[in-house]
């Protein structure tokens, strides 16, 4: 007997037919004395179309951040009533549960929820039942009951943190990539399928835009030390396991994966003055207001005026909130002026081989300046390294960073 968390993505569960096909697989595979629970996302692009919606009534409907989780979480509530009505069908004892029903409790950050407890005596009562549970992802509720999301891609981090606090024998995740790719295989043809991956830098892959896992999942994944298994809902390929450390086949590579985000914005406060605390009101006013910074930089200053400028880059979500926030502090500040750019997009390399290994940064910037593609923003992890460039030419520059770190044979 195994008690297994099975989580289902949006493009796994776009159609009824689909939903169906999924339940005759479980249904197929698992042994009897299997205890299952299926935590699936909004089909297709339900979010997308949800948050439209709100936009058709105010145009930046975020800053009804409690509303906006009272919308979305319906997009999973109409998945989990499909999927257990389909296990129905073929004769299986199932039930749906809401996150709330899950027992997930979350912070009281709507939007940008993150789990605190999760206390699943329902979910252990259902399974002694002798039913398969159907848990919504994607959301849980604060303290007084309210509806609370976990950012985009959440479904991820309910699996992980409900297989944690389930102690299920496996946690994996279905989704219509069959595991992950040192790059994104819909950009990059020879994009390589590893076997194994380390929490380390898959989170570091996820952070910089590998859209596959949400990053928090992976870290919930590490605390709760839960090997995840990333895998394909439509094939039996053997995916890609997520653990703590990987095992010799898979050692030899400097870099693991090319990672790149377009998602993102960058903000210059131009002409700050030059005194000890500017970036401290710049950034704690960003973080007041829950907006996550990313790469950031700080000009040399200019010795005439001494003044300095600020520069940073934020998801491109954030932008109209960062933007307000900034106004304000940049014209309490005295600033010159801020400037705004969104057609810029980051592409990053990783790996824990390139630590105490120098020329892995030059032969990324050499790969971009043969192409005479700019870089624009330049920040570093210990196992990263990542360039803001212009967006247009974000495509072509994961695949020739792709090819100068895994060379087409
Ligand atoms: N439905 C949510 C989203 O689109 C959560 C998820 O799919 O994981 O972001
Ligand atoms: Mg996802």
């Known amino acids: 007997m195994a008690l297994i968390v099975k989580k289902f993505g949006g493009s796994s569960v776009g159609t009824t037919e689909k939903i169906i096909n999924i339940a005759k697989r ?62 129905k069908t073929l004769g299986e004892d199932a039930v749906s549960l809401t996150g709330t029903l899950a027992g997930i409790k ?35 509720c604060d303290q007084s009951g309210d509806p609370v999301t976990l950012g985009r891609g959440g479904s991820d981090t309910s699996a ?16 219509d990539v069959d595991g992950i790719y040192s790059a994104d295989p819909r950009i990059v043809q020879n994009a390589r399928r590893m076997k194994e991956i380390t929490y380390q830098e898959m989170l570091e892959m996820a952070r910089l835009g590998s859209g596959v896992m949400q990053p928090r999942s992976v870290e919930v994944g590490q605390m709760m030390g839960i090997p995840i298994h990333v895998r394909s809902t439509f094939t039996n390929k053997p995916g890609t396991i997520i653990r703590e450390e990987y095992t010799m086949e898979e050692k030899g590579f400097v870099i693991r994966g090319v990672s790149h985000d377009d998602k993102v914005a960058k903000i210059a406060v131009l002409g700050v003055p030059n005194n000890p605390g500017i970036a401290y009101s710049i950034f704690s006013a960003l973080a007041e207001n829950n907006i996550d910074v990313d790469m950031i930089v700080q000009s040399i200053r200019n010795i005439e005026k001494n003044v300095t400028d600020m520069v940073f880059t934020l998801s491109l979500d954030d932008l109209n909130m960062a933007k307000e926030v900034v106004d304000k502090v940049a014209s309490d500040l005295n600033a010159i002026g801020v400037l705004i750019e969104k057609d810029v997009a980051k592409v990053s390399i990783v790996g824990v081989g390139m630590l105490g ?42 695949n020739i960073i792709h090819n100068e770190f895994f060379p087409k044979n």
């Open 26 to 87: 479980i249904t197929a595979e698992k042994e009897k004395d299997d205890k299952i629970v299926v935590v699936v996302s909004a089909m297709g692009n339900t979010t997308d179309e949800l948050i439209k919606l709100a936009t058709q009534i105010d145009e930046d409907p975020y800053k009804y951040t409690r509303e906006m989780d009272m919308l979305l979480t319906t997009g999973e509530q109409v998945s989990i009533s499909l999927m257990t009505m389909a296990f």
């Open 106 to 140: 979350t912070n009281a950050i709507h939007t940008k929820g993150k789990i605190l407890d999760i206390k699943p005596q329902r979910v252990l009562d259902e399974l002694d039942k002798g039913n398969i549970v159907i848990v919504a992802g994607f959301q849980g």
């Open 160 to 175: 992980v943190a409900l297989a944690g606090a389930l102690h299920a024998d496996a946690c994996e995740i279905y989704t």
């Open 357 to 398: 290994n120098p020329g892995i940064a030059a032969r990324m910037f050499g790969a971009l300046s043969d192409a005479g593609i700019n870089i624009d923003v330049i920040s570093t992890s210990e196992i990263s390294i990542s360039c803001l460039i212009k967006s247009a030419r974000m495509q072509e520059a994961v």
